[in-house]
């Protein structure tokens, strides 16, 4: 393979730039062709940002759950948090909601549907993710079968799945036995699913069948990067970028598994204050997370790569206002909808 342009690039704060304002809980973004993104939003939809910098928030009911919550760790616990988007076929916006523990398709104009709520009878779960495939079929993760979700930021609490939704069909499990599934994307030949262990503190990589069955398990990179990973996204040299949340951070894995630092937003004591709670056994305090985090993007939680060239790189976060972006020395591997 040519040599990676990857391969000693990184970003200092000096290099973001920042675009959308009074974002609420903007976990994850789309972006489009034209410049548009749209954010996740803990009102109970998305926030659309113009390219021109106008924005507009689109859902089917304000909620204020997260906004007007007394506690900062309540916010993170109560109320509707759209979380994963992906955009369907057509154009309407795939959610999962991890607050509601749903999975919801919206209209442009805010029209939304439960699609399901529950598998075989019992609830889903903590959904946390989906991505969209050429197929049309959706991979969708699901973090932990314990509401709460906190209490399974654990070493000991490994419930996490995967779904497979083909519309018209019964939603399946795929993959289970994770370790706080996060987010998912798949490569650019749509061989194999990466999954975010996020309490694995790794990335698992499933080949997937053509009847979209998942084999062959492994870890992909570093068995254990000594942090909480969030979000993961390709770019068109096949590097896996991914985040650190809470300890925010943002690297790279090469297609050899060596891992790269892109950007860190952390300390070491920061580090270690999160990883001896951590390896306690007991689910690690929120009230103590809560004390950590960077100040570009707080709590990072995703990359999307965006632009007319899709070398600009948008930052998502769960405690952030606004989305951090820079410049890729190289494009992302452009998703499905682009």
Known sequence: MANN????????KQDFAFVGEDLQRPECILAERDGTLWAADARGGVVRIEPGGGQSVITQCHEEAFSATSSDAERFVSGTLPNGLAFADNGDIWISNFGTDCLERMRRDGQTEVVF??????P???????????????WITVSTMIPDWPSALSK??????????????????VADGIHFTN?????AKEEYLYVVQTCGRNVLRFRIEDDGSLTEREVFGPSDHGRFIDG?????????????IMADGIFAITPAGERLM????????????IDAAFQTGKPVAIDMLLQCGGTIAPWCASVTFGGPDLRTVYVGSLRGTRIPYFISP?????????
């Not at 342009?5 to 200092?12: I, K, N, R, T």
């Not at 993961?232 to 650190?244: C, E, M, P």
């Not at 190289?330 to 682009?338: A, C, E, F, S």
Request: proline letters at 7%; glycine letters at 10%; aromatic letters at 10%.
């Open 330 to 338: 190289l494009p992302g591997l452009p998703m499905v909808h682009w």
């Open 117 to 122: 709520d529950s598998l075989d009878g019992q």
């Open 156 to 173: 000991n609490v490994v419930d996490g799945r995967v779904l497979l939704y083909e519309p018209g069909q019964p939603v399946r499990v």
């Open 124 to 138: 889903i779960g903590k959904v946390n993710f989906l991505a969209r495939d050429s197929r049309n079929r959706l």
């Open 232 to 244: 993961i996204a390709f770019d068109s040299h096949g590097n896996l970028w991914g985040t650190y």
């Open 183 to 187: 987010e998912c994307k798949l490569d």
């Open 262 to 273: 892109i950007f860190d937003d952390s300390s070491p004591t920061e580090e270690a204050r």
């Open 5 to 12: 342009p990857l391969e000693g690039f990184s970003v200092g």
